[in-house]
T-cell receptor
Framework: KAGVTQTPRYLIKTRGQQVTLSCSPI?????VSWYQQTPGQGLQFLFEYFSETQRNKGNFPGRFSGRQFSNSRSEMNVSTLELGDSALYLC??????????????FGPGTRLTVT | QKEVEQNSGPLSVPEGAIASLNCTYSDRVSQSFFWYRQYSGKSPELIMSIYSNGDKEDGRFTAQLNKASQYVSLLIRDSQPSDSATYLCAPTGGTYKYIFGTGTRLKVLA
């Protein structure tokens, strides 16, 4: 079974621009979560989508948004980029139900650099 | 108090020894507990899941859970240099909000 895929893998943007990242979950998985990982803050939860609905979100400003499509693929968007947004953005998929179905499998990540 | 606490390390153990990684969490409603391994420059990889109090063994890995003490640990027996990585603890409750510890960096010395 194919794993989680993320595109693009690397991205360089300028302050003030916006960016859209894409994630395709494992086939059959309906939940997609997004994380930001930086050396100083570790893995920070952005939001989680299940069946096209956002079920929970972390403590990030409104510049960070996401959506999920009917085929479970998900995108996240960051508007008005700041230098501090430079990070590894990880997507993880799970079946999305209870207990064991919380097991999340991560994609390879998108490395975003803001200059 | 942080939601998930782990000693950042590095925890250095000689090859062949037992590595013990610990994690405490604050959310009492946490139901599922996961350990992830992350090699430098790579994404996290799920290595263990535990849902009930007690021990769960999988090969050289043993996860231990004590919900009353809000404590979960990971033991790695016969540690190998290839086990050198950062280990992330992730207790998860019913809110679909995933909180990860900052991880413990393990170094296995050959």
């Amino acid at each position: 079974k194919a794993g989680v895929t993320q595109t693009p893998r690397y991205l360089i943007k300028t302050r003030g621009q916006q960016v859209t990242l894409s994630c395709s979950p494992i086939s059959g998985h309906r939940s997609v979560s997004w994380y930001q990982q930086t050396p100083g803050q570790g893995l920070q939860f952005l939001f989680e989508y299940f069946s096209e609905t956002q079920r929970n979100k972390g403590n990030f400003p409104g510049r960070f948004s996401g959506r999920q499509f009917s085929n479970s693929r998900s995108e996240m968007n960051v508007s008005t980029l700041e230098l501090g947004d430079s990070a590894l953005y990880l997507c993880a998929s799970s079946m999305g139900g209870w207990a064991s179905t919380y097991e999340q499998y991560f994609g390879p990540g998108t490395r975003l650099t803001v200059t | 108090q942080k939601e998930v606490e782990q000693n950042s390390g590095p925890l250095s153990v000689p090859e062949g020894a037992i590595a013990s990684l610990n994690c405490t969490y604050s959310d009492r409603v946490s139901q599922s507990f996961f350990w992830y391994r992350q090699y430098s420059g790579k994404s996290p990889e799920l290595i263990m899941s535990i849902y009930s109090n007690g021990d769960k063994e999988d090969g050289r890995f043993t996860a231990q859970l004590n919900k009353a003490s809000q404590y979960v640990s990971l033991l790695i027996r016969d540690s190998q240099p290839s086990d050198s990585a950062t280990y992330l603890c992730a207790p998860t409750g019913g809110t679909y909000k995933y909180i990860f510890g900052t991880g413990t960096r393990l170094k296995v010395l050959a």
